[in-house]
T-cell receptor, first 114, second 111 residues
Framework: DAEITQSPRHKITETGRQVTLACHQT?????MFWYRQDLGHGLRLIHY???????NKGEVSDGYSVSRSNTEDLPLTLESAASSQTSVYFC?????????????FGPGTRLTVL | QQQVKQSPQSLIVQKGGISIINCAYE??????FPWYQQFPGKGPALLIA?????SEKKEGRFTISFNKSAKQFSLHIMDSQPGDSATYFC??????????FGTGTSLTVIP
C-alpha cells in the first residue's frame, strides 16, 4: 500500500547542530508539506513543494530549509538547531482533484533540542 | 495572526451526546475547509471537508455546517462515542495550496 513515512520518529540533539528530518511518500504526489505542531498553535506550515526542484516558504520558515530532488522525498533541514525548534514535525503530501484536496500526514518526528 | 480561529480548546461530552466544534476565518479567498482528526502519537487524518458552494455536508455521524456570510464553519459529531476521543483541527486553504490550521480541540467522550 502507498504510504508516507518519516524518520527518525524521535530525535534529541544539541543547540547549534544541523539536523535533517526525512520524509518519503510512495503515492507519487507532487505536493508535499512540512508542518510543526506546538500546543496552543495547532499545525503551522514550514515549507512546501509543488514538484521536483520547487520549494516555497511557509509561515514559520526561518531556520529551516528543504530541497526536492525527486518526487518521493522532501527532507527538512534545521541549519543550526535552537531550543525554540523543539516540536513535533509532520510531513504531508497532497492528493489533488476536483473532489478532494486531501493531505495525507506522516506519523511525525518528535524533535528535542537541548 | 491566526488565520483560522477554533473553539473550544477542550470539550467533554457524554456518550451519545452531540459534540460541536466551531471555527471562524477572515480570508474570503479560502475555498476548501477540511476537518482533521488526530489520535495521540499519530498524524492528523482527514475526517470530512466542505467547499463554500454548499452549506452542509454529512458523512455518517459527522456533519460540517458552513455559513459563508458569517465566515464560520462547524463540526458536529452526533451520537458521540468514546472512540471519538481525539484532537480535532479545522483548516482552510486556497486552491488546496497553503493550509491554515486552527489551534485544535481536545474532545473527550465519557462512557
Amino acid at each position: 500500500d502507498a504510504e508516507i513515512t518519516q524518520s527518525p520518529r524521535h530525535k534529541i540533539t544539541e543547540t547549534g547542530r544541523q539536523v535533517t528530518l526525512a520524509c518519503h511518500q510512495t503515492w507519487n504526489h507532487n505536493n508535499m508539506f512540512w508542518y510543526r505542531q506546538d500546543l496552543g498553535h495547532g499545525l503551522r506550515l514550514i515549507h512546501y513543494s509543488y514538484g521536483v526542484h520547487d520549494t516555497n516558504k511557509g509561515e514559520v520558515s526561518d531556520g529551516y530549509s528543504v530541497s526536492r530532488s525527486n518526487t518521493e522525498d522532501l527532507p527538512l533541514t534545521l541549519e543550526s538547531a535552537a531550543s525554540s525548534q523543539t516540536s513535533v514535525y509532520f510531513c504531508a503530501s497532497r492528493d489533488t482533484g476536483q473532489a478532494t484536496d486531501t493531505q495525507y500526514f506522516g506519523p511525525g518526528t518528535r524533535l528535542t533540542v537541548l | 495572526q491566526q488565520q483560522v480561529k477554533q473553539s473550544p480548546q477542550s470539550l467533554i461530552v457524554q456518550k451519545g451526546g452531540i459534540s460541536i466544534i466551531n471555527c471562524a476565518y477572515e480570508n474570503t479567498a479560502f475555498d476548501y475547509f477540511p476537518w482533521y482528526q488526530q489520535f495521540p502519537g499519530k498524524g492528523p487524518a482527514l475526517l470530512i471537508a466542505i467547499r463554500p458552494d454548499v452549506s452542509e455536508k454529512k458523512e455518517g455521524r459527522f456533519t460540517i455546517s458552513f455559513n459563508k456570510s458569517a465566515k464560520q464553519f462547524s463540526l458536529h459529531i452526533m451520537d458521540s462515542q468514546p472512540g471519538d476521543s481525539a484532537t480535532y483541527f479545522c483548516a482552510a486553504s486556497i486552491y488546496g495550496n497553503q493550509f491554515y490550521f486552527g489551534t485544535g480541540t481536545s474532545l473527550t467522550v465519557i462512557p
